[in-house]
């Protein structure tokens, strides 16, 4: 593999004005949303199980779950022939094995759209240490700049390996009747799957989508639904703004930016994907964007350009 720009001695850059009014050090955010108040929780390590045992009766009740991630970027590209067929899934593979985690954000919804009552939205701030860990110096400032508080997630972030073993347990996965909802996220299940088997991302991209179907049964990509649309292009906010609907909370930041493809999905399935009065999932249930067999991957202009804005950005969500 060939290396970027990679910091792993950096000192912990300070939070702007920004950034202090949107820390997640804090316990929670609280909003006003269509009439009432809805909660982003900040999870660490002194009430990530209370928490887990919320989520776990919730999922009950509000079978869908948005999910998005912050990690530190991409350190790393594999030694292969640039932009073949399989080099996205190995780029992928190289930095997720590398890297580590910093943040999750999940938000539940029932079959009708509607986010949980009261607190809807968990972010999970995991063990971090700028200190030891590796990262790409870009992704880190904007996250800081979003409001990631670096000293919080190396003193009191999350036990990956106790999270793996609390999600392994909470219903969420290994259950066709949850739906996860995302926006361009090979990345983002990538890292998860490092979470449930503590161990490297298969060698190759069927071995990946074995695993993904065995955890994530029932998965719905919102870029991938763009693709089978015209005049649909760009990021999660751009496709967001779009369709009328609106963030809650701070950019960048996973807890908001699951709240927004939530919200997001639901329009779009609603306005393109509706049939016999019932949004229709069959043609892009199960299906992730530039991953697999689908027409997504076909292009190798398009290979190009996704690799490129995935290692500018250090994320999958605002690529083109």
């Known amino acids: ?9 950096s000192p ?15 316990k929670k955010y609280s909003f006003q949303y269509l009439g009432q108040t809805l909660e982003i929780r900040n999870v660490w390590a002194e009430n990530v199980i209370e928490e887990m045992a919320v989520i776990r009766e919730l999922i009950e009740t509000h079978p869908y779950v948005a999910m998005d991630t912050e990690f530190p970027g991409v350190v790393a590209r594999p030694v292969s022939e640039t932009y073949s067929r399989d080099y996205h899934y190995k780029s992928l593979k190289v930095n997720v ?6 943040q999750l954000g999940l938000s539940f919804a029932d079959e009708e759209g509607n986010f949980a009552e009261g607190c809807p939205c968990w972010q999970f701030n995991f063990k971090f240490d700028l200190n030891e860990d590796i990262f ?4 880190i400032d904007l996250l800081v700049k979003s409001g990631i508080s670096f000293e919080d997630h190396a003193r009191r972030g999350i036990d990956p ?5 609390l999600l392994m347990v909470s219903g969420l996965v290994l259950d066709d009747r949850v739906k996860w909802v995302s926006f361009h996220s090979g990345y983002d299940y990538g890292y998860l799957l490092k979470l449930l088997t503590t161990i490297d991302l298969p060698k190759d991209e069927n071995g990946f989508f074995e695993q993904l179907k065995l955890y994530f049964p029932t998965i719905y990509d919102i870029k991938y639904m763009t693709s089978l649309l015209d005049g649909h292009f760009g990021g999660l906010q751009k496709l967001a703004d779009d369709l009328g609907c609106v963030r809650i909370g701070a950019e960048h930041q996973a807890g908001s930016d699951s709240l927004l493809t939530m919200s997001t999905y639901f ?5 393109k994907f509706v049939l ?24 190798q202009a398009r290979l190009a350009t996704m690799a490129s804005s995935v290692e500018s950005t250090g994320s999958d969500h ?3």
């Open 1 to 9: 593999m060939s290396s970027s720009s990679i910091g792993s001695q």
């Open 12 to 26: 912990a850059p300070s939070l702007t004005d920004e950034g202090e009014r949107h820390s997640n050090a804090v």
């Open 97 to 102: 094995d590398l890297l580590k985690m910093i």
């Open 136 to 139: 790409n110096q870009d992704s």
């Open 161 to 165: 390996h106790l999270f793996g073993e």
């Open 267 to 271: 329009a779009l399935a609603r306005a």
């Open 276 to 299: 016999n009065g019932k949004i229709d999932d069959a043609k892009y249930k199960d299906e992730l964007f530039g991953y697999g067999t689908n027409h997504t991957v076909r292009s």
């Open 318 to 320: 605002d690529s083109n």
